[in-house]
């Protein structure tokens, strides 16, 4: 829904006129930014999973059983990436400051289902790694799951931020 389908939705309510609107319509529209919600949620669970990661290879602190820990929740959290981006729910749809979500997603959502399920798979391997226990190696696989997980979607799929 576009800006100009937002202002419908607000000036049907204020008339309570929400007859010239399906109601499956409404619905979407508030699906949509629960969902914005919930995948920027998602997002910062896997930042903040990250952080923990990054602070081990860098700078050593924490344990490579943290890094083993981390990289399953960032696993669990990428499976469910998809099912967050209902369409109807990106840029063109909602403000360019409420999302970052671009239209690349819609029109290519097998490559966007894939970027999340290499994403899942390099954190799985870096849950195996850490395992493992070998700095070197967990480095490694950090450097991966960062570049071909979280980067490559972010290039393809996610905007500039604007304030
Ligand atoms: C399959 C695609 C995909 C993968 C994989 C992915 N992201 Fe994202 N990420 C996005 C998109 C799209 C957005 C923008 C979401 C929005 O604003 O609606 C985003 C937003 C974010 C944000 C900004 C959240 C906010 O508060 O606005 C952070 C931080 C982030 N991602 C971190 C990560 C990290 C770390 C990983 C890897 C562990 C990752 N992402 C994996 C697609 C992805």
Same mark, same amino acid.
């Given at each position: 829904?576009? =800006?100009?389908?937002?202002?419908? +939705? ?9 007859? !010239? ?9 508030? =699906? ?30 924490? =344990? ?19 099912? !967050? ?16 979500? !671009? ?16 994403? +899942?798979?390099?954190?799985?391997? !870096? ?37």
């Amino acid at each position: 829904m576009g =800006t100009r389908g937002r202002i419908l +939705v607000v000036a049907c309510a204020a008339v309570a006129g929400l007859a !010239l609107m399906s109601s499956e319509t409404i619905h979407a529209a508030l =699906t949509g930014e629960a969902a914005i919600k919930a995948r920027q949620g998602a997002m910062k669970s896997n930042s903040k999973d990250m952080k923990v990661i990054q602070a081990f290879v860098k700078d050593g602190k924490g =344990t490579a059983a943290d890094v083993a820990k981390s990289a399953t929740a960032i696993a669990a959290t990428s499976e469910k990436i998809p099912s !967050l981006f209902p369409k109807g729910s990106g840029r063109g749809d909602f403000p360019d400051k409420t999302t970052r979500a !671009l239209p690349e997603i819609w029109k290519d959502m097998a490559g966007f289902e894939k970027a999340a399920a290499t994403t +899942v798979a390099e954190a799985k391997k !870096l849950a195996t790694v850490a395992k493992a226990g070998d700095k070197d190696a967990i480095a490694k696989q950090v450097a991966t799951l960062s570049k071909n997980g979280c980067g490559a979607c972010h290039k393809t799929y996610r905007g500039e931020r604007v304030k």
